[in-house]
C-alpha cells in the first residue's frame, strides 16, 4: 500500500509529522482526557448548546438545497480526481503562484515550516504579525515558534483571539472557542486586555454585541500597526494560482489586505485544479459549517498586484505527513476534509467530551482519522486510542460535505493499529488472545455450542450481584474488563437455553 | 417463502426470545423459516474493534452457512449492516475476491426484519396486538447503514391498542458502539444517560429497537437505574397478539408473551 507520489524534496518513504512539534498529539489517551472532561459540567454544557444550535441551523440550510446530495456527489469527486494527480498539481500551482509574483516554499514537517515563517518575518525586520484563523498555523505551532524568535502573534479571529487570551487550546476546528460560554470570556477579556492596552468600560457586560465591539476596538489598532499577516488558505487553485480564504468575520480580510507582506502557510491537499471547482465548494461550505447559505467574507488574491493589498507573498506548501496519507489507499480520504466541522457538531462523543479530550487541533470524527494517520500509529502512541474514539454511529458520515466515509476509515485504522502492535510485541494483548479465540469457536458450531455453554458461567462469576425475577435475571457486577460494562449496567444473565439449543430440542430442522 | 433466520449471536446467547419471536411472527404470516445450524456470529465484533484477520475467517464460516438460502433474515440491523458493508471489504482486504463477491452475493438477500416485512413480504400490519405505551429508538446501523427509514415504525403503527410515542432525539446514538461500551466506558455512559432521559421523559412503558445490542446497552441502564422502564425487540411486540394460542380478541396477555 506505497504510493509514490514524486513531491519535490520527498525522496525517501513518506514521513509522518514532526514528533514533538505543533498540536497533533495530546499527552493522555482520549478515554483518560474524556473521562476528565464529561465530569465538567460548565463544559458539557456550552458544548451541548452550542453544537445543538449550529446542528439545527445546518439541517435547515442544508434541506433547502435540492440537489445536495449531487453537490455532495461533486465534491467527493472533484476531492478524489485532485488526490488522484496531486504532484502535477503542485507543480502547477508553484508555477502559477510564482508567475504572478509570489513566492512557494516547501516544508516537509512542522520544524521546517515553522523556520520558513520565522526567517521570513525576520527578514521583514517586523516584531509583530497579525494571523488570520488558521487550521494549518495551529497543527504545526507557529505562534509557540515565532514567540520563541520574539515575535509577537496576533491571533483576529474573535474566538482564537478569546483561545488565545485565555491561554488555552482550541476545541473545535470552526469555533475554537466554543468550549466557553459569554460570561466566561468577558472574564477572560477583562483579565487580559488592560495589559494589552485596550482599557475596557468598567460595566462591560457578557452581551454578545458588548463583547464583540470591545474585541474589535482591540484588534482594529493592531491591524493598522501591523507590517506582516500570517493566513491559511481553505483553497488554491492549481490554474490561476489563486489563493482563497473563507471566513465570517472581516477580520481576515483585514490581515489579508492591509499587510505589507503576507504569509501563507498551506496543507498541500487544500488545492483544486481549475477555478470553476470552487463553485461546488463555496457551496457546500458555508452550509455545512456556519449554516449560513453564502460565505460573509471570501478572499481571494493572486500572487502581488502592484499598488494593492501585500507587495510581498509567500505560500508555504506543508507536508507534514500529508503524503504519508495519501500513500493509503483507505485513509487517504481524509485528506478531502475541507475543514467544515460539520462532523463534529453531529458527533454524539464530541458533544459529550469536547474537542481538547481529542488532544490535536484537529478534534472529533475527522479528528479521529486525520491526527492519529498524520504522526502515525506506534501500537502504543496517544494517538493509537482516537480510532476507538466512537461508536461508529454513522451521524459523520451522513453530513459530510465530501462524503468522507470517516466511519470506514475508523475501522481501518483500527485494524492498522492491532496490526502495528501486534508486530511490536511477541505476546499477544489479553484482547488479542480473546478475539483469537472467539473466531476460533465462532468457526465451528460445535465450538460455538460449548462457548455459549461457557457463556453461563457469567452466573458464577456475577455470584451475589443478580438482581430481578426468575427468567428476568441481571446481572449487576463483573470482573475486569467486563466491569467497564456492568460499572453503570446491568447485563442480562445468559437464559438456561440458548435459541439453537431450544431449536434441537424441539427436533425443528 | 421459505426464509433463512440469521439469528446473530447475542440474541441467540442472551435474548432466545428475539429470534423466537421472529419465527412466532413469520410463520404467522404464513412463511416457512428455516434455521441453518452450523451458523456462528457474523464477526462485526472483530471488524470494528480491529481484528480484521480472525474476522476473516468468521465471514467466509458466515458466507459458507447462507449461500443456498434464497432469503435471510435477522432481527438486527446491526448484523445485517455487517453482512452488506463490512464482509466484502474484509474479504478484499485480505485479496480473497473470489470470497467477496460469494459475500456481497449473500449480503443482497439478506434483510434485517422490517425490511424483509415492509420490502419483501409487502406487509405493514402483521396482525400483532399490544396494549402498552412504547418508545422507538431507530439504532444507528438500522437508521444509517441500512436506511430503513421510517419501515419499524410504519409496522408499530399498525399494532393494535398500542400507544406509540415519539422519541425526543431518536437519532442520536445510544453509546453502545460494541468494545466502544468498554474501551470508552465513561463516554458510552454519557451518551446513555441522555438516551435514558429521553426515554423515561416519553412515560413509555416500553423502549422498542430493531437491536438486541442497543436494548441491552439501553435496557442495562434502564435496569441499573431502577428506572421501571423495559426494552422489547421490535420482533417481540410484533409478534404479540391478543391471545397467542387461540387468537381470542380483546384479551390482553403479559408483556412480550411470545415464548
Redesign the interface.
Known amino acids: 500500500m506505497t504510493t509514490f507520489l514524486g513531491l519535490p524534496s520527498v525522496g525517501q518513504a513518506p514521513a509522518r509529522s514532526s514528533p514533538g512539534v505543533g498540536h497533533l498529539q495530546g499527552s493522555e489517551s482520549?478515554?483518560t482526557a474524556?473521562?476528565r472532561a464529561?465530569g465538567d459540567t460548565q463544559l458539557r454544557s456550552n458544548i451541548g448548546r452550542a453544537t445543538t444550535t449550529i446542528r439545527g441551523k445546518r439541517a435547515r440550510v442544508v434541506g433547502e438545497v435540492p440537489d445536495w446530495e449531487e453537490l455532495r456527489e461533486a465534491g467527493r469527486t472533484l476531492k478524489a480526481a485532485t488526490m488522484s494527480r496531486l504532484p502535477e498539481l503542485l507543480a502547477q500551482l508553484e508555477e502559477q503562484v510564482t508567475a504572478q509574483g509570489g513566492t512557494v516554499h516547501w516544508a516537509r514537517d512542522a520544524a521546517e515550516a515553522n523556520a520558513i515563517v520565522t526567517a521570513l518575518v525576520q527578514a521583514t525586520g517586523a516584531s509583530e504579525v497579525v494571523k488570520v484563523k488558521s487550521m494549518a498555523t495551529q497543527e504545526i505551532g507557529l505562534n509557540e515558534a515565532l514567540e520563541a524568535a520574539g515575535i509577537d502573534a496576533w491571533e483576529t479571529d474573535l474566538a482564537e483571539l478569546i483561545v488565545q487570551l485565555g491561554h488555552d487550546l482550541p476545541s473545535h476546528i470552526l469555533v475554537p472557542a466554543i468550549h466557553r460560554n459569554r460570561s466566561e470570556i468577558r472574564e477572560i477579556f477583562r483579565r487580559e486586555m488592560p495589559g494589552l492596552g485596550t482599557e475596557l468600560p468598567p460595566d462591560l457586560t457578557d452581551e454578545p454585541r458588548e463583547l464583540a465591539m470591545t474585541a474589535r476596538r482591540h484588534l482594529r489598532r493592531t491591524f493598522l500597526r501591523a507590517q506582516v499577516a500570517i493566513s491559511g488558505a481553505n483553497f488554491a487553485v492549481a490554474e490561476t494560482g489563486t489563493l482563497s480564504v473563507v471566513e465570517s468575520e472581516g477580520n481576515g480580510r483585514m490581515c489579508l489586505t492591509l499587510p505589507k507582506t503576507l504569509i501563507t502557510v498551506m496543507g498541500i491537499e487544500k488545492l483544486v485544479p481549475t477555478w470553476q471547482d470552487l463553485e461546488v465548494f463555496l457551496q457546500l461550505l458555508p452550509r455545512s459549517s456556519t449554516g449560513e447559505r453564502m460565505n460573509p467574507y471570501t478572499s481571494m488574491w493572486t500572487g502581488v498586484t502592484p499598488g494593492d493589498g501585500p507587495q510581498e507573498f509567500h505560500l508555504v506548501l506543508l507536508d507534514n505527513g500529508r503524503t504519508a496519507v495519501l500513500a493509503d489507499e483507505v485513509g487517504r480520504e481524509a485528506l478531502h476534509c475541507i475543514r467544515c466541522s460539520a462532523c463534529l457538531n453531529v458527533c454524539?462523543?464530541y458533544e459529550?467530551?469536547g474537542g481538547h479530550a481529542y488532544g490535536s487541533v484537529y478534534p472529533g470524527p475527522i479528528g479521529a482519522v486525520l491526527s492519529p494517520q498524520l504522526t502515525g500509529m506506534t501500537g502504543d502512541a496517544v494517538n493509537d486510542s482516537l480510532?476507538?474514539?466512537?461508536?461508529?454511529?454513522?451521524?459523520c458520515?451522513?453530513v459530510c460535505p465530501v462524503k468522507i466515509d470517516i466511519p470506514?476509515i475508523l475501522?481501518?485504522l483500527?485494524?492498522?493499529?492491532?496490526?502495528t502492535a501486534a508486530r511490536a510485541s511477541r505476546l499477544p494483548t489479553p484482547?488479542?488472545a480473546a478475539?483469537?479465540a472467539?473466531?476460533v469457536?465462532?468457526?465451528?458450531?460445535v465450538r460455538?455450542r460449548l462457548a455459549?455453554r461457557a457463556?453461563r458461567l457469567g452466573r458464577l462469576l456475577a455470584r451475589g450481584s443478580r438482581?430481578?425475577t426468575a427468567g428476568e435475571r441481571?446481572i449487576?457486577s463483573l470482573p475486569p474488563?467486563?466491569s467497564?460494562?456492568t460499572?453503570?449496567?446491568?447485563?442480562?444473565e445468559?437464559?438456561a437455553?440458548?435459541?439453537?439449543e431450544?431449536?434441537?430440542r424441539e427436533g425443528?430442522? | 417463502m421459505r426464509i433463512a433466520l440469521f439469528?446473530t449471536?447475542l440474541?441467540?446467547?442472551?435474548?432466545?426470545a428475539v429470534?423466537?419471536a421472529t419465527v412466532t411472527l413469520l410463520e404467522r404470516l404464513g412463511h416457512e423459516v428455516?434455521?441453518p445450524?452450523?451458523?456462528?456470529?457474523c464477526?462485526q465484533?472483530?471488524?470494528?474493534?480491529?481484528?480484521?484477520?480472525?474476522?476473516l475467517?468468521?465471514v467466509?464460516?458466515h458466507v459458507d452457512v447462507f449461500e443456498g438460502c434464497e432469503v435471510v433474515v435477522a432481527p438486527s440491523g446491526s448484523c445485517v449492516g455487517s453482512v452488506r458493508h463490512?464482509h466484502a471489504?474484509v474479504a478484499r482486504?485480505a485479496g480473497d475476491e473470489a470470497l467477496a463477491q460469494r459475500a456481497e452475493a449473500v449480503a443482497a438477500r439478506t434483510y434485517e426484519l422490517s425490511e424483509l416485512l415492509v420490502d419483501v413480504l409487502g406487509v405493514e400490519d402483521v396482525g400483532a396486538s399490544f396494549p402498552h405505551r412504547v418508545t422507538y429508538h431507530p439504532t444507528?446501523?438500522s437508521?444509517?447503514?441500512l436506511r430503513v427509514d421510517d419501515k419499524p415504525l410504519r409496522l408499530l403503527r399498525q399494532v393494535r391498542g398500542m400507544e406509540l410515542v415519539e422519541l425526543p432525539q431518536a437519532?442520536?446514538?445510544c453509546?453502545?458502539?460494541?468494545?466502544?461500551?468498554?474501551?470508552?466506558?465513561?463516554?458510552?455512559?454519557?451518551?446513555?444517560a441522555d438516551k435514558m432521559r429521553h426515554v423515561v421523559g416519553t412515560g413509555a412503558e416500553v423502549c422498542t429497537a430493531g437491536d438486541s445490542s442497543c436494548l441491552?446497552?439501553i435496557?442495562?441502564?434502564l435496569?441499573?437505574m431502577q428506572t421501571g422502564v423495559r426494552t422489547l425487540h421490535l420482533a417481540e411486540i410484533l409478534a404479540a397478539t391478543d391471545d397467542p394460542v387461540a387468537g381470542v380478541a380483546g384479551e390482553t396477555v403479559p408483556v412480550g408473551v411470545v415464548r
Not at chain 2, 440474541?11 to 432466545?16: G, K, N, R
Not at chain 2, 465484533?45 to 474476522?55: E, I, K, L, R, S
Request: with cysteine.
Open positions: 482520549f478515554p474524556a473521562r464529561l454524539p462523543v459529550r467530551t480510532p476507538y474514539a466512537s461508536s461508529l454511529c454513522g451521524a458520515y451522513d470506514s475501522v481501518e483500527r485494524a492498522q493499529h492491532v496490526e484482547e488479542a478475539m483469537k472467539a473466531a469457536a465462532m468457526t465451528s458450531p460455538w455459549q457463556s438482581t430481578g441481571r449487576r474488563p467486563l467497564a460494562w460499572g453503570t449496567r446491568d447485563l442480562p445468559p437464559p437455553e440458548t435459541f439453537r431450544r431449536w434441537a425443528r430442522a | 439469528v449471536c440474541a441467540d446467547t442472551l435474548f432466545p429470534p423466537q428455516v434455521f445450524a452450523a451458523q456462528t456470529c464477526g465484533m472483530h471488524v470494528n474493534t480491529g481484528y480484521q484477520g480472525d474476522a475467517a468468521v467466509r464460516h463490512q471489504r482486504r444507528c446501523h437508521l444509517r447503514m437519532e442520536s446514538c453509546g453502545f458502539g460494541g468494545t466502544f461500551a468498554l474501551k470508552n466506558a465513561d463516554t458510552s455512559t454519557a451518551m446513555l441491552m446497552h435496557g442495562g441502564g435496569s441499573r
